[in-house]
């Protein structure tokens, strides 16, 4: 009897427990993450039972019968990224949803050949593909740059390329990678931008200031270099390049892997390593232009919609030979390698480096921090630290051999944080702070005098950006920025320098020690920046485009511009900065239309940039030092022109075939002298014939032909004394070389390998002709001919 009791008081118990209330009503409503709107359509479903409702156009749901315990539902909607979420019923129940909706009205991704994010609306903006950026890997980022119209290269021999846009390079064209503003030196035009493109996922070009939020002084425009795109999934993948090239007798290999989860969490590893031995021109050895370059990039964080972040550090490592023809003896040394047509000294080819020739590394450590708010948008941080060492090796003998004539290391520390509101659909609104520190320190045991001085330089700047949608063909932007830039400077100076160039009356005061034949000086500068922009895109269909953009940049001189004083030995040449020099000021104007018709496209985009006190750096004369004979270039600011036009086109006129076509023209005019400014690159045309077979392995094949015309407008020569013929004779150091027509060509293929990997394999013949050439643009011209015919064989491996 007991025993049949207590069995009636457990099952009672159990029956209590498995009894559910299922008489509860679960109500709710879904809205816009962003702005709180009420979303119309959106789908939601209790997973694992039959039941689901949609919302209505207040964005409300209704589930009745529902059983007390823990739910799971399935919300989804078109345009956002479906969710899943946990409710737990304890009677009648009431519960909000939001969801990621507008993601591509606000342009958080935007496919350009891979995910691509848009940086402007109004502003000329390309970007570079990663199947074009890998067809690079073996190269610079600066010789990749010059597949996009309207933008060209300042070289220094083969190995120093840095981009130059609508004619404008150094300080005015700004380089952001991984969201850090890179302080590499980039005023020198022998310093190239120290960074591996093999760690690129896509490379956007903004021709002009109009990316406020990056700067205001980036007067030829902005260069985004981005990794590529973290996907949430769980998934490990990589890939692997190996470049092997002719001309240099070398290659490098790049490798990285990836390894992400759908939770938001991921690491990224890539690293690189490149060298080649000396070029060769047609008919000669270009002795002294190896290379050797090490890149290594670590990326870790999470990223989720609402809020993430990110650490990033990287490593770069280079070596570059320079030209040993380009550092001349004596004056009619000198004379004889600009006037003449072969370079001075050819020895057989080596791997070996030796001076002259540069070292430089950079480090680049990053955080990032982001976070959304319901209803009003997303707030960014990121701090970053950056430190640059740049050795200089001249031709020295005896116990200075070995012992760097430029020995400089630029530490610095930037501080930036914005915020984007995007919770109305009609307009957003992003305003943003940056603050810097950087300083300088020129190492006085080099025993050489310092071109540049130690300085502490300070940079604050604010900036406020609009974007107005009109309506779903119209779109208005516009922003102002301001910046502050201050560098206090501790200087040398020889007293009859100071006193030649009238610093004994103007500046006086700066001076804080007399040492006879030396002045300590103190320079201090404070700069007051302003800029803005404003434009409109106006799309009328999906197939036309128009733009236009008005843009007003200002800035401030850099270091190089005020306080070079002496031989600047890679450069093999002698430079003289002014410490009278102040901010220039660009007023641009662009426009551009695209249309793409059934198998046909084009783009053209007209330009005048107007800049005052615009500050060159020209040939003025000849001194001969105890290292040898050297052009001395002075800086100097006058009022400049620049109008141009870029045109691209491309044809689809068969299935297998397809042409790609580009034209780029600008004209640089002194409006102060009234003649010709330097260093504009001259006219040029791109065509490319491409065949395609795709099902032949993704088979590719495509012949290119570049034509660069002589550039007829430049300033007049020097005439300078020569010693041997006891003589005042022309150098033609302002010269342009003559027009020139390179053929090059390039075939792929792809293979499944090891069950899902993917194998392509590319091989190329640049300046296929093997042409005798010299580039205006590369300041080796005066010494000998440009890179003479190069094969090269890619493998990727894709896993």
């Not at 922009?533 to 009328?540: D, H, K, S, V």
């Not at 689809?652 to 003649?675: A, Q």
Request: charge should be negative.
């Amino acid at each position: 009897m007991k025993k049949f009791a207590f069995m009636l008081f457990l099952l009672s118990i159990v029956g209590q427990g498995f009894a559910q209330n299922c008489e509860s009503i679960l109500l709710g409503q879904v809205v816009d993450f962003h702005d709180n709107t009420p979303l119309d359509g959106a789908t939601i479903l209790i997973t694992g039972t039959p039941l689901t409702t949609m919302t209505k156009s207040d964005g409300k749901f209704r589930f009745e019968g529902i059983c007390d315990g823990v739910l799971e539902l399935e919300i989804f909607h078109p345009d956002c990224k479906s969710q899943f979420i946990t409710i737990t019923m304890e009677g009648d129940t009431y519960k909000e949803i939001s969801l990621e909706h507008h993601l591509e009205e606000l342009q958080e991704v935007k496919v350009v050949g891979d995910l691509v994010k848009k940086e402007t609306n109004s502003a000329s903006e390309q970007t570079l593909s990663l199947n074009t950026i890998e067809r690079f890997s073996g190269k610079s980022i600066g010789d990749a740059l010059r597949e996009i119209a309207g933008v060209s290269s300042l070289n220094t021999g083969s190995n120093i390329v840095k981009p130059s846009i609508h004619g404008l390079n150094g300080s005015r064209v700004l380089i952001l990678n991984d969201g850090v503003r890179m302080q590499d030196m980039e005023w020198g035009e022998e310093h190239a931008p120290n960074i591996d493109i093999n760690g690129s996922g896509s490379i956007s070009v903004i021709k002009g200031a109009a990316a406020l939020q990056y700067g205001g002084d980036a007067i030829g425009g902005v260069i985004v270099v981005s990794p590529q795109k973290t996907i949430k999934k769980d998934s490990l993948f990589g890939k692997t390049l190996l470049n092997a090239m002719t001309n240099g007798r070398g290659g490098n290999i790049s490798s990285e892997l990836s390894k992400t989860y759908e939770s938001g969490w991921f690491a990224n590893g890539q690293a690189s390593f490149k060298r080649l031995g000396d070029r060769e021109a047609p008919g000669y050895v270009l002795s002294n232009t190896g290379v050797q370059e090490i890149g290594v990039k670590l990326n870790v964080g999470k990223q989720m919609f609402d809020w993430g972040w990110k650490a990033n550090y990287s490593f770069f490592d280079a070596e570059l030979a320079i030209l040993r023809a380009s550092h001349i003896g004596n004056v009619d040394d000198l004379i004889r390698s600009i006037n003449g047509g072969q370079p001075e000294v050819i020895d057989p080819f080596t791997y070996e480096i030796v001076a002259p020739r540069q070292e430089v590394t950079h480090h680049i450590a990053s955080l990032n921090v982001y976070k959304r708010f319901q209803g009003l948008g997303k707030w960014n941080f990121q701090y970053d630290f950056q430190n640059n060492r740049r050795f200089e090796y001249d031709v020295r003998v005896g116990d200075d051999r070995n012992t760097a004539s430029i020995d400089l290391e630029l530490t610095t520390h930037t501080f930036a944080t914005d915020f984007k509101w995007d919770a109305n659909s009609k307009y957003t609104l992003t305003t943003g702070l940056m603050a810097r520190f950087q300083d300088n320190f020129a190492n006085p045991a080099t025993g050489v005098r310092r071109l540049i001085p130690d300085y502490e330089k300070f940079d604050f700047g604010g900036f406020l950006i609009a974007e107005f949608n009109l309506n779903e063909s119209f779109t208005l932007d516009a922003g102002v920025r301001y910046d502050f830039n201050r560098i206090n400077a501790q200087k040398f100076y020889l007293t009859s320098r100071w006193e030649e160039r009238g610093y004994d009356t103007e500046f006086e005061s700066l001076v804080i020690d007399d040492l006879g034949t030396q002045l300590l000086t103190n320079p201090k500068f404070d700069y007051h920046n302003f800029s803005g922009t404003a434009g409109f895109q106006y799309e009328p269909d999906n197939s036309t485009n128009f733009r236009f953009n008005y843009a007003l940049a200002q800035r401030a001189p850099n270091p190089s511009e005020l306080f070079s004083d002496g031989l600047h030995h890679s450069a093999a040449r002698i430079e003289l900065g002014d410490l009278r020099i102040s901010s220039e000021t660009s007023h641009k104007v662009s426009l551009s239309q695209s249309k793409d018709f059934e198998s046909w496209g084009y783009s053209v985009e007209p330009y005048a940039n107007f800049i005052s006190n615009f500050i060159l750096l020209e040939p003025t004369g000849v001194e001969f030092t105890i290292r040898g004979a050297f052009p001395v270039w002075s800086y100097r600011q006058t009022n400049a022109r620049l109008i141009g036009v870029d045109f691209t086109a491309y044809t689809e006129f068969h299935t297998n075939w397809k042409t790609n076509h580009s034209f780029s023209l600008v004209k640089g005019k002194d409006m102060s002298k009234g003649g010709a400014l330097i260093q504009i690159p001259p006219v040029s045309f791109r065509n490319i014939l491409t065949y395609l077979r795709p099902q032949w392995n993704d088979f590719e094949i495509g012949l290119e032909s570049r034509y660069a015309f002589r550039q007829n407008e430049f300033p007049p020569n020097l005439v300078v004394l020569s010693p041997e013929q006891q003589q005042e004779v022309v150098l033609a150091i302002n010269t342009p070389p003559k027009a020139y027509h390179l053929l090059a060509l390039h075939a792929k293929m792809a293979f499944t390998v090891f069950g899902n990997s993917m194998l392509t394999t590319s091989v190329s013949a640049e300046n296929l002709l093997n042409t005798n050439y010299r580039a205006y643009l590369n300041r080796q011209r005066y010494f000998a001919d440009d890179l003479g015919r190069n094969l090269s064989l890619q493998l990727k491996l894709n896993y």
